[in-house]
């Protein structure tokens, strides 16, 4: 058997019907911008392998550091130890952060990221109010989320992630969320009413900054949610920034949280954390939320953990990705996929049968305008298959089509990429 027969025999993928799904593309290398399959075929990665890939493919500088980490400490318990790795990328995020973050909370991927975050500052609430008998006397233990969003496929996570095909099947026993519109200039004040009217039970507020991500790359207004963050805080809510996507540079700087001048009190990060070499998630929390950790009361210790908790490996990864964003000006990288996205976003405009055409640092995204706009709108699957006949994969979300580049594509592959996309319109 070759190897897409065996995959078909033995391997479930993920977000994929299993009845009729289309045969898997067998990948057997890839470098920078460049996906090869098992025929020599070349694929431009447009969305950078699910949003992680930010360097290009076998970088070898992080390769390299990783393999040398592999010869020294490749992992360790992280439950009465510790190890350099862990330590410098600590260091290393908490200056680099938007806002005043005390300390860093290691996890396996996004899912757990937000988990953490979710279950840290329900916990706070419970840990700083009074207790009777062991038992909590706050009732402050609800959360708000924005509709349309997504945050992870844990039960947490699923739970401040809007009701959708992603989560049909476990409605029922879903967390108790209260959902919000995303800001506009309509509904703002309407939106600090209904948050008024729970203020004294909601635990925390989790959002995305800037872009929903597999909500259908969703964009909105900075100002706004500036406000929004901003009331809510007077609330005395803690506010979780899910930056598992829009982290290390992807909407034009190096956190979305620093287009706006209200902090949050947590911070989610994993994707472009390595690079997208290997899997990490790191939940980061202000003093105040660590404070309320700090007590002689054991039971209010917080009780989450995994086994590969601040993976060495991982933190040499991430680690060496922040020294090549150092090293590279990658920065500079950044401005200018932007400044194309947005150029090539005004010829867009230009086309018929497309809607909602947006851009914000390296996304790229808009609507084909045929059937609804959900997730298991089929044309998915046509734009996907015309892209690859011609070397660039895409995997568009629905009907909605974006591009999320590594920031190493050269100028030539992009225009590659916007030449390809006008041609399947």
């Not at 590969?308 to 060496?320: D, E, I």
Request: glycine letters at 6%.
């Amino acid at each position: 058997m070759n190897l897409i027969e065996r995959d078909r025999k033995y391997i479930w993928h993920p977000f994929t019907p299993q009845k009729n799904m289309n045969a898997p593309v067998a990948i057997t290398k890839a470098k920078d911008s460049y996906l090869f399959d098992e025929n020599g075929n070349a694929y431009i990665d447009a969305i950078s392998s699910w949003w992680v890939n930010i360097h290009g493919h076998s970088n070898e500088y992080i390769a390299q550091k990783i393999y040398d980490q592999a010869l020294q400490l490749e992992h360790i318990i992280f439950a009465g130890f510790t190890h350099e790795p862990a330590v410098k990328l600590a260091e290393r995020l908490l200056k680099i952060l938007p806002g005043n973050f005390s300390k860093i909370f290691y996890s396996d991927d996004g899912s757990t990221s937000t988990e953490v975050a979710i279950k840290m500052s329900i916990q706070y609430w419970w840990n700083v109010r009074s207790t009777v008998n062991g038992q909590r006397s706050t009732t402050k233990n609800k959360l708000l989320a924005f509709k349309n969003s997504y945050h992870g496929d844990t039960f947490g996570s699923m739970s401040v992630s809007d009701r959708s095909v992603f989560t049909l099947a476990f409605h029922d026993i879903l967390l108790d969320v209260i959902f919000i519109d995303t800001p506009d200039e309509n509904n703002i004040s309407s939106i600090k009413e209904e948050i008024a009217k729970h203020e004294n039970s909601i635990a925390a507020f989790i959002y995305e900054p800037l872009v929903q991500g597999a909500g259908g790359i969703k964009m909105y207004d900075a100002v706004l949610l500036d406000e929004l963050l901003y009331f809510i805080q007077q609330k005395n809510i803690i506010c979780i920034a899910d930056e598992v996507m829009t982290g290390f540079g992807r909407t034009g700087k190096m956190f979305a949280s620093e287009y706006m001048q209200t902090k949050p009190d947590i911070i989610c990060l994993s994707k472009g954390i390595t690079g997208g070499v290997m899997a990490l998630g790191v939940t980061t929390c202000s003093e105040k939320i660590y404070n309320a950790y700090i007590t002689d009361d054991a039971r209010k210790t917080f009780f989450h953990g995994h086994s590969f908790t601040a993976n060495p490996l991982a933190c040499t990864a991430a680690n060496a990705s922040l020294d090549l964003f150092e090293k590279n000006n990658v920065l500079a990288q950044i401005e200018n996929i932007s400044a194309q996205n947005i150029a090539f976003a005004a010829q867009l405009k230009q086309l018929n049968g497309i809607k909602n055409v947006r851009a914000l640092g390296t996304i790229l995204a808009f609507e084909i305008a045929q059937g609804d706009d959900v997730y298991l709108n089929n044309i998915s699957q046509v734009v996907t298959a015309k892209a690859l006949e011609k070397g660039v994969y895409i995997r568009p979300l629905g009907n909605t089509v974006y591009i999320m580049p590594p920031y190493c594509i050269t100028n030539e592959e992009l225009e590659k990429v916007y030449a390809v996309l006008t041609e399947i319109l």
